[in-house]
């Protein structure tokens, strides 16, 4: 799968991000699942709901802490999401996550391409999802120890009755 991957994607991640392949490929990738909605329209699934704008700010200053490594929040290509983000979130932290003002809209991530998104989910050194089966799939298909924040519905079926050295709860927020 990563070979197919790579071969449809690689020149796409080189040429859209070119000055940030580098620092996306050494940095951690949270994916932000905004209740599959636009600012403010509530889903029906609470398990896969967003963690919410403290819990998220909490989660990015502690990993920021643990890892020393820049931060990218993946959602979906919607403006209003996006800038959701940005206002909400990294507007308020990104001195202390060593995110300069010219560049906190560069720390958003997401295209029309969800496959795409999945490819660069996988190529960051940490990688945290969201509770749902796409972050999931970036999961598995990285190479390192990859967190969810939460045991949401589906983790235990995916995972099984064994602990995972691949795929960990990080609750430390």
């Known amino acids: ?79 209003t999401d996006k800038d959701f983000l940005i206002k909400n979130v990294l507007c308020k932290i990104n001195t202390e996550i060593n995110i300069d003002n010219s560049c906190v809209n560069n720390h958003v991530l997401g295209n029309d391409d969800e496959e795409f998104d999945v490819y660069i989910m996988y190529q960051c050194k940490h990688l945290f999802t969201s509770s749902s089966s796409f972050g999931f799939v970036s999961a598995l298909l990285h190479n390192n120890i990859c967190y969810s924040t939460k045991s949401w519905c589906h983790f235990n079926e995916l995972m099984g009755d064994k602990i995972s050295e691949k795929y960990k709860l990080y609750l430390d927020f």
């Open 1 to 79: 799968m990563r070979k197919l991957f790579e071969e449809k994607y690689k020149t796409l991640f080189e040429s859209t991000y070119k000055k940030d392949v580098n620092k996306i490929k050494n940095s951690i990738i949270i994916h932000v699942r905004l209740d599959d909605m636009e600012q403010g329209k509530k889903g029906n699934n609470n398990s896969q709901c967003f963690i919410g704008e403290d819990n998220l700010i909490n989660l990015m200053l502690s990993i920021f802490k643990q890892f020393k490594l820049p931060i990218y929040l993946m959602t979906n290509n919607n403006k």
